[in-house]
């Protein structure tokens, strides 16, 4: 399975699909190819050989409503850019953890919803460990930006179950 990474007409990323719904798309003649898949693989399709496209470009520009970005951990992490919120520190997908700025059991206790944009953030073990199960002013710490506030993000956050293709790396920013 190949990820194809699917662009707006104005080279704004959309989505990712597999290359199956890919190829579909093009034969549907709704997209065309931007960059191919550099290994050259192809797929058989009705009478031809088609090269799979590891980047595609819708021909119609499609509206996307502004409704704001859908909450996720991976969603947070992009966010916050994979950085602790608390120490700075730089944070991998093996380190890296969300906190609840209200922990969950207080949202639990006072029918609160945890899983917001506004009370969640990336952190790393040490810091959520030391925050542990209290309140942010409870704990003594802070942002390490005082100017921070986690909130709903305006952009979409594409999420990738696989790495980033370097043809992709042109048409976002991460
Ligand atoms: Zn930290």
């Not at 090269?51 to 470009?57: H, L, Y």
């Not at 609160?112 to 309140?135: E, F």
Request: charge should be positive; proline fraction near 5%; glycine fraction near 4%.
């Amino acid at each position: 399975m190949v990820q194809v990474l699917v662009l707006n007409a104005t080279y704004e990323p959309l989505h990712v699909v597999d290359h199956r719904r890919a190829i579909t798309l093009l034969l549907g003649g709704k997209v065309e190819v931007v960059e191919p898949a550099r290994d050259g693989r192809t797929v058989a399709a009705v009478t031809q050989r088609i090269a799979i496209p590891s980047v595609i470009r819708l021909r119609r520009y499609v509206n996307v409503p502004q409704r704001g970005a859908v909450w996720s951990r991976q969603a947070v992490l992009a966010r916050d850019r994979m950085a602790c919120v608390y120490c700075g520190c730089k944070l991998t997908a093996k380190t890296a953890t969300v906190d609840h700025v209200l922990p969950q059991r207080y949202c639990r206790e006072n029918g609160i919803a945890a899983n917001t944009w506004a009370n969640t953030v990336a952190a790393c073990a040490t810091c959520q460990a030391r925050k542990g199960d209290r309140l942010l002013h409870a704990s003594g710490m802070r942002f390490h930006d005082p100017a921070y506030e986690p909130r709903r993000p305006r952009t979409r956050y594409l999420v990738l179950s696989s790495e980033i293709a370097p043809e992709w790396r042109q048409y976002i920013e991460f």
